[in-house]
């Protein structure tokens, strides 16, 4: 690095990249994670045989090295970028080209059209962390990907990196980091990202990431209850959590607590804490814990008048069954919905070893319902796993052995029906919810969620985009395909006939 008079230096060295995270844009510098830097100048990609006979020598990458050297060495420059971070003295020259500016970014391009001038002064914020060298080390990559075509991220450079290709509109970069971000939810991180991503998915108005993020935290929300990153989530995030029904998690009461540990921690307003303690669904939750929490818990103690009618609701629908309720009350509001509960009572998990071999059969056991006169009453399942099965419409009729059609041109089925019926299944149906986890940036994640009812009794589109043959399939775990099966009782309103 070679200085001129202080506080201004200059960058004018070649910088070795060291970077967790490699995301390649636009084109292909990096061979084997191998920096562009280190290739020897002859780099040649594979020979490309055209039908004419012809053969393509590709030497793209040793360009990009080319294009490298030129940033880093500033040889030839016409442009001096001079990079003031706001509210600070600290004052950075990059050594660009015009040419290279202006193809890349029509921000650069109006500016250095518009100055007519051999230096362009940039003023960016102070608040962005770039592996210590902060702003204007920011600006030397975002430069660097301009000729390079790729750039080095780390999870948290991910949203600073992101605001400066909005504001020079380098949309290739833009694009790229958001599926980057969408592409690594799952990533490990000391303090959690999700809901940073999330939040700043909203200022922006990104719509695929903000909802990746969601589903992200509702198909995983179990771990993030545990996490330090529950604590951070805003209070529009909550509610938004709190009305799903998507949401996988041990229980209810395992929800409630959290949510009193997330209003212990962030005291929000009160009119906050009654909106998200009027989402908890009480009728999920067994009458002993209600008991419990009525008289042990600090927030339902101070908010118990905002609550007393939905508690009242939830006593009623324990102490009678479901078809005496349905003569009286709607009982297909939210609080006799259940969410997809990995409890025993709920459902079963399910690993299948070696997938693709052949056909798999197992039995479980789920309560009736959760309200307090079918709690105690069994049900039980019989599910069946298929890795090449045809449709039910293409298929000989049903068996109770369950004999499935199997093809070599199938795709993997799964069914789960009772094993028997009962005058007790009279007012309320089943969703079956099959829950795929997979194993990503190091941890168990959900990968997929698959829902289908009981007139239908598989879903038609399980794993159709899964490879179980490969391997390293993402699906698969350790050659093993890993399942969750939850059983979601659904109650009807009666239809009273009029006298």
């Known amino acids: 690095m070679a200085g001129c008079s202080p506080p201004v230096m200059h960058w004018a060295v070649r910088t070795t990249l060291c970077r967790k995270e490699v995301f390649s844009l636009a084109v292909d510098p990096v061979l084997n994670g191998i920096p562009s830097s280190s290739l020897p100048a002859a780099a040649l990609k594979q020979e490309v045989a055209l039908e004419n006979g012809a053969t393509t020598l590709n030497h793209s990458m040793a360009m990009v090295q080319r294009m490298e050297g030129l940033l880093a060495q500033g040889n030839g420059s016409d442009v001096a970028l001079r990079v003031q971070t706001v509210n600070t003295d600290e004052v950075k020259v990059i050594q660009a080209h015009t040419l290279v500016l202006s193809l890349q970014s029509e921000v650069f391009e109006e500016l250095l059209l518009s100055h007519n001038t051999s230096t362009l002064v940039l003023r960016e914020p102070a608040d962005w962390d770039w592996g210590g060298g902060g702003t204007e080390m920011a600006l030397f990559y975002l430069c660097r990907y301009l000729?390079?075509?790729?750039?080095s991220v780390r999870l948290d450079q991910a949203i600073p990196l992101h605001k400066l290709a909005s504001k020079y509109r380098v949309w290739s970069l833009q694009q790229g980091l958001s599926q980057y971000m969408t592409g690594h939810l799952s990533s490990d991180s000391p303090t959690g990202h999700v809901v940073g991503w999330y939040q700043y998915a909203m200022q922006i108005g990104d719509a695929n990431l903000r909802d990746s993020c969601l589903q992200y935290l509702s198909w995983n929300l179990s771990s993030v209850l545990q996490s330090g990153e529950w604590g951070s989530i805003s209070d529009d995030l909550l509610l938004s959590l709190m009305q799903r029904s998507d949401l996988i998690l041990q229980s209810e009461l395992e929800l409630y607590e959290a949510l009193e540990a997330w209003i212990g921690q962030n005291q929000p307003a009160g009119l906050t804490v009654e909106n998200a303690l009027r989402q908890v669904r009480y009728g999920m939750i067994p009458p002993q814990h209600l008991f419990r929490l009525q008289k042990q818990s600090p927030v339902m103690l101070k908010y118990y008048e905002s609550i007393r009618d939905l508690l009242f609701l939830a006593f009623q629908f324990h102490s009678a069954s479901p078809v005496q309720l349905a003569k009286y009350f709607d009982v297909n509001c939210s609080i006799f919905t259940p969410r997809n509960y990995l409890s025993p009572s709920w459902g079963s998990p399910w690993v299948i070893n070696n997938p693709t071999r052949d056909d798999r059969s197992f039995s479980f056991q789920t309560q009736l319902g959760p309200s307090g006169s079918d709690a105690s009453k069994r049900v039980t399942w019989n599910g069946l796993f298929s890795p090449r099965w045809l449709p039910l419409?293409?298929?000989?009729?049903?068996?109770?052995?369950?004999?499935?059609?199997?093809?070599?041109?199938?795709?993997?089925?799964?069914?789960?029906?009772?094993?028997?019926?009962?005058?007790?299944?009279?007012?309320?149906?089943?969703?079956?919810?099959?829950?795929?986890?997979?194993?990503?940036?190091?941890?168990?994640?959900?990968?997929?969620?698959?829902?289908?009812?009981?007139?239908?009794?598989?879903?038609?589109?399980?794993?159709?985009?899964?490879d179980l043959h490969r391997r390293a399939s993402e699906y698969l775990i350790d050659s093993s395909l890993y399942l969750h099966v939850v059983v979601k009782p659904l109650y009807h309103s009666l239809i009273v006939a009029r006298k």
């Open 147 to 151: 000729y390079c075509g790729d750039i």
């Open 393 to 466: 419409s293409v298929r000989s009729a049903y068996t109770n052995e369950m004999q499935a059609t199997r093809t070599d041109a199938g795709r993997p089925r799964i069914i789960v029906t009772p094993a028997t019926s009962s005058p007790d299944f009279a007012g309320v149906s089943f969703q079956k919810t099959v829950i795929v986890t997979a194993r990503q940036g190091g941890k168990m994640v959900v990968r997929h969620v698959y829902n289908f009812h009981q007139s239908t009794e598989e879903a038609g589109d399980f794993l159709v985009e899964a």
